[in-house]
């Protein structure tokens, strides 16, 4: 394992770009390692971007936002494309890509995994790197009935109280979400505590991530 550390330029602090389709997609892919970023780099910048936040989802997605970026947080912005619908009004999601994220100049992206089975996952990944030509692009796994997860490359090693913490608030922002049989902390923590077997955390728990491109 090769440990990687973001350089920052003096003066100026981490900018991290979080898309997520739906409200609690980013959290739930990288809510933890957000969380680490935030206390590792205080003076970093997090923009956050949903696709899909309407109704109560729209004020559950800026609780979350607020509750994991905190007073980093740029935004959010959230747009009201239609759930599974995006990839027939691509021409529009390319239009906020194009208008509002590409002058943004993000040292790290944090974006849907290419191979995601849900359709709108998918719209925003290929966007993502269709915008971003030269940066940093992490894909992150959304755990879910398709059974789609795959072999990740890079891993973030979290400690168990941001993991605990990560859960908490999920659990706090999504309250619309905990109907659904596979919105429990058992799933998110399952997740973390196998990720992290597979890059030996010494916590035992880590996000992961799929790269395509990454220099050093």
């Keep these: 394992m090769i440990p990687l550390n973001f350089s920052v330029k003096p003066g100026s ?93 993000p040292d790290v992206i944090f974006t849907h995994n290419g191979n995601d089975a849900h359709q709108d996952h998918r719209l925003i990944s290929q966007l993502t790197w269709n915008t971003f030509r030269d940066h940093f692009i992490l894909e992150y796994e959304i755990p879910k009935y398709d059974g789609d997860l795959g072999r990740p490359s890079i891993f973030v090693p979290l400690d168990k109280e941001v993991c605990e913490k990560k859960i908490n608030y999920l659990m706090d922002a999504f309250q619309s979400q905990q109907a659904k049989r596979w919105f429990e902390p058992e799933t998110f923590s399952s997740l973390m505590r196998l990720r992290g077997m597979e890059c030996t955390a010494a916590s035992g728990y880590a996000e992961a991530f799929y790269c395509r491109k990454l220099v050093i």
């Design 13 to 105: 602090g981490l900018k991290v770009l979080c898309m997520g389709a739906h409200s609690d997609d980013i959290e739930i892919g990288c809510g933890g390692t957000i969380l680490r970023l935030a206390e590792q780099y205080p003076d970093c910048e997090i923009h956050w971007i949903v696709f899909n936040a309407i109704g109560v989802r729209e004020a559950e997605a800026r609780h979350a936002a607020q509750l994991f970026a905190g007073s980093r947080l740029k935004g959010p912005l959230l747009k009201t494309f239609q759930d599974g619908f995006m990839p027939y009004v691509g021409n529009e999601v390319k239009a906020v890509f194009e208008e509002d994220l590409k002058g943004i100049a």
